[in-house]
């Protein structure tokens, strides 16, 4: 079993948004990613507490330096032109360490007119990442001798018409950075779709490391800190040879000692 990041659940960002020492030790971590609010897509949800991940996000990237991580998202709360603008508005405000990881369905959100299946969550992802690129950053050229501030003729409809019928384009451009990362989160075999493009990244249950909610955020990042290299990547300790010859005589007592 392989962690690739952390996952943090509700009461762990309220911690982390309100400490800044907490948060200057999560900044810190060598992690390759944190998703904030796992569990309003990993079925563990709703919790009593918990904050917008959207939000959080925009807190940390301006607080910090180092931490990447992805917001989650599902089609429930938003729609996918709202969600594009917030995750390109991340992207630019991160300096390119956030992303957005996907669900089926947010734990968090009363029920809406779409089904909340796969296909429906990744036609939302696949519009974000439409919106995301319909307004190349690299159009922005300030040339002053021309008095044109934006190649204004790269700006495109997306023209997508799935489950999600959008024309586009976004009022916000892609971060300097590129396209931001889009990750899929999957609960099981339903879960999984066969064309799953755009999607980057895909996680399940064995890809993060997500600490009980009720650990304070102190000792998820201790037990962070402090893991061996063979804990973090969940591997169990090898077997040891049997029948050895062995390289010295039992020791006898040493009653000098």
């Known amino acids: 079993m392989t962690y ?5 659940s509700g009461p762990h960002l309220i911690e982390l948004a309100g400490n800044p020492a907490l948060l200057a030790r999560w900044d810190a971590l060598p992690l390759a990613f944190t998703v904030l609010g796992i569990d309003r897509i990993d079925g563990t949800g709703p919790l009593p507490l918990t904050l917008d991940s959207s939000a959080v996000g925009a807190s940390l990237a301006a607080r910090t330096r180092r931490a990447r991580f992805l917001i989650v998202a599902s089609p429930q709360r938003d729609h996918p032109y ?25 734990a968090y959100a009363p029920p809406g007119e779409r089904p909340r299946t796969a296909a429906t969550a990744i036609d939302a992802a696949r519009v974000v990442r439409a919106l995301e690129q319909s307004w190349p950053y690299d159009s922005i050229i300030g040339d ?8 204004s003729d790269r700006i495109v409809h997306i ?71 063979r804990a973090v990547l969940g591997l169990s300790a090898p077997a040891r040879p ?9 020791p006898a007592p040493n009653s000098s000692l």
Do not use: C, M
């Not at 999607?199 to 650990?215: E, H, K, M, T, V």
């Open 82 to 106: 709202n969600l594009a603008r917030r995750v390109a508005s991340l992207g630019h405000l991160s300096r390119g360490r956030s992303g957005v990881l996907f669900g089926a369905a947010d």
């Open 242 to 250: 049997v029948g050895a010859r062995p390289a010295f005589a039992v």
């Open 159 to 229: 023209d997508h018409d799935g489950v999600y019928s959008v024309a586009g384009p976004l009022n916000v451009p892609e971060p300097p950075t590129g396209s931001s990362v889009i990750g899929w989160y999957s609960t099981g075999p339903d879960g999984v779709v066969a064309d799953s493009a755009p999607i980057d990244l895909i996680l399940d249950a064995d890809s993060l490391w997500r600490p009980d909610p009720g650990q304070s955020l102190a000792e998820v990042l201790a037990a962070v800190e402090k893991r061996p290299l």
């Open 4 to 8: 690739l990041g952390l996952g943090l």
């Open 144 to 151: 002053r001798e021309t008095g044109i501030l934006v190649q």
